[in-house]
Nanobody
Framework: QVQLVESGGGLVQAGGSLTLSCAASGPIRVRTVMGWYRQAPGKQRELVATITGGANTNYAESVKGRFTVSGDNAKNTVALQMNSLKPEDTAVYYC???????????????WGQGTQVTVSS
């Protein structure tokens, strides 16, 4: 089974920075997409940023210019550098991965357990 383990959440003041990290382990043959979603209280889970195996990135409009997603295909890791944080960035951040496992012909999606990011004003 593929597992995603996140680290790096916490409490930070507005304008500060945090870095989230996520490592995927298990029978991964190809990592097609990894990235981050977030869910604030009372809201739906939303895309933050993703990166493909070919290093193509996609960002939510609300984080463009402030957040940077990066990945390491060899290590199956993804990181999210968050700068200029705002109180509205407060949410549980979930690592996401779409991978092709050994012995499978289709990709599967996986989620981490979530890490809390709180930005105080």
């Amino acid at each position: 089974q593929v597992q995603l383990v996140e680290s790096g959440g916490g409490l930070v003041q507005a304008g500060g920075s945090l870095t989230l990290s996520c490592a995927a382990s298990g029978p991964i043959r190809v990592r097609t997409v990894m990235g981050w979603y977030r869910q604030a209280p009372g809201k739906q889970r939303e895309l933050v940023a993703t990166i493909t195996g070919g290093a193509n990135t996609n960002y939510a409009e609300s984080v463009k210019g402030r957040f940077t997603v990066s990945g390491d295909n060899a290590k199956n890791t993804v990181a999210l550098q968050m700068n200029s944080l705002k109180p509205e960035d407060t949410a549980v951040y979930y690592c996401y991965a779409k991978v092709l496992r050994y012995g499978r012909s289709a990709t599967d999606e996986y989620w981490g357990q979530g890490t809390q990011v709180t930005v105080s004003s």
